[in-house]
Nanobody, 125 residues
Framework: VQLVESGGGLVTVGGSLRLSCTAS????????MGWFRQAPGKEREFVAS????????YYADFAKGRFFITAENARMTTYLQMNNLKPEDTAVYYC???????????????????WGQGTQVTVSS
């Protein structure tokens, strides 16, 4: 399984970015895909996830109403649309793939099996 992220960059406060994650090596439309982030000196934290079969989405509290996870099965790509960005959103953002179902909501890093290399998002004030 390979996950390749893109779309990170430098943006000013209040701006938007769309991150992309393209998967290969397994059935995409049966997966649960997620986004996490890690700021310097902090633990990797959950941002959002999406169950491809049901379409159910999950969001961290800080992401609700600002970030949106979508997917395009034909392209085997997951997106994270990030709006109204704040300096505290600065982090490396990682795409993740849950290879096999886990109990409970897909909102912790322990429930994901494959990871991308990360893409840097920097929000300047």
């Amino acid at each position: 399984v390979q996950l390749v992220e893109s779309g990170g960059g430098l943006v000013t406060v209040g701006g938007s970015l769309r991150l992309s994650c393209t998967a290969s090596g397994r059935d995409f439309d049966q997966n649960t895909m997620g986004w996490f982030r890690q700021a310097p000196g902090k633990e990797r934290e959950f941002v959002a996830s999406k169950r491809m079969v049901s379409g159910t989405t999950y969001y961290a509290d800080f992401a609700k109403g600002r970030f949106f996870i979508t997917a395009e099965n034909a392209r085997m790509t997951t997106y994270l649309q990030m709006n109204n960005l704040k300096p505290e959103d600065t982090a490396v953002y990682y795409c993740a793939d849950q290879a096999s179902p886990r109990l409970g909501s897909p909102n912790t890093k322990e429930k994901f099996d494959y990871w991308g290399q990360g893409t840097q998002v920097t929000v300047s004030s």
